[in-house]
């Protein structure tokens, strides 16, 4: 029976490939990859762990851009077919939202984006700095040209801050992952709950590491995507090596109206650092999803993660497919 997403939309021109006749993994990657490269823009050393979302028919995305000076920003761009990028090479300037953020909650740094629709608005989040500690910035736009910068929603330090796309009884819904302030050598997924956007509480824990190939931490990846059995959330995990982190991602389904209950979750990763340009690169072996594209009409699904920390990579799968293969290989 196929799984029917809830909420969805048409895309129909998404980006896509078709799963190559000797391909045996439930998620394949495009054979155009890297479809971002770190020099698209004259002044980045890097483009990676970015936001796509469909837009007026097209696409618009909000861009991780590190400079050769290495500062992190964030920058919006506009694509036809959401494989060409034209990426604004001009940070995004963020708007104060409430005159209460003009003295307290100033823009430090961007990295890592999650762009979500809910309602009327794309939401942003990303990593920002406060008293240049890293916690979860929050901000919105209605046309990817100006954005509006809200109040950071938890206290440092925290990454991986990523919306539900619509509200659960009654709230706003938000994974994250507290840490500390350095290269974190630990990760539970959480969830938060906040009535406006604003203030942010009922927390509750969601999961921690479980298999060999998440054993250091895990943290959220794109926005999960809803369907008839459950959320369906892509989330990513580290290994600790001889050779240093190795990052990989995989998928788990949690309970519609209570999210923070996980019904299935993958034994396994479903894509680890193996080709290229995701193991060389300013931080090696990195496949860190942050984006999905899903046709609701047809179930294909267009993953975005970062490689290496270097450039945008592009994988695909099925709801049907994702959703099988996560129930049948579950380890709870």
Known sequence: MSVKVINGQAIPNMPWQDKPADCNEVIWRDNRNPIIPRNLLPTSNSIFNSAVVPFEGKFAGVFRVDDKERNMAL?????????????????????QAEKSTEEVNQWGYGYDPRVCF??????????????????IGVGYTYDFKTFYQCENAFLPFNRNGVLFPRKID???????????????????????????????????????????????????????????EGWLCFYHGVLESCNGFVYSFSACILDKEQPWKVKYRCGEYLINPREIYECVGDVQNVTFP??????????????????????????????????DYVKSHSSI
């Open 75 to 95: 920058h919006a761009g506009f694509s036809e077919d959401g494989i060409h990028w034209n990426i604004n090479p001009t940070r995004i300037m963020f708007e």
């Open 170 to 228: 009654g709230k706003y819904v938000m994974f994250s992952r507290p840490s500390d302030s350095g290269h974190t050598p630990f990760g539970d997924m959480y969830i938060s709950q906040s009535p406006d956007m604003k203030y942010w509480g009922e927390h509750r824990h969601v999961m921690g590491p479980l298999k060999g190939w998440e054993s250091k931490k895990i943290g959220a990846g794109p926005i999960p995507i809803e369907t008839d």
């Open 118 to 135: 809910i309602e009327d608005r794309y939401w942003v989040t990303w990593c920002n700095a406060y008293g240049w500690k890293p916690t």
């Open 290 to 323: 942050c984006a999905t594209l899903c046709d609701a009409e047809t179930g294909r699904i267009a993953i975005y993660y970062g490689c290496a920390d270097t450039c945008v990579g592009l994988a695909y799968t099925t709801v049907d497919a994702v959703v």
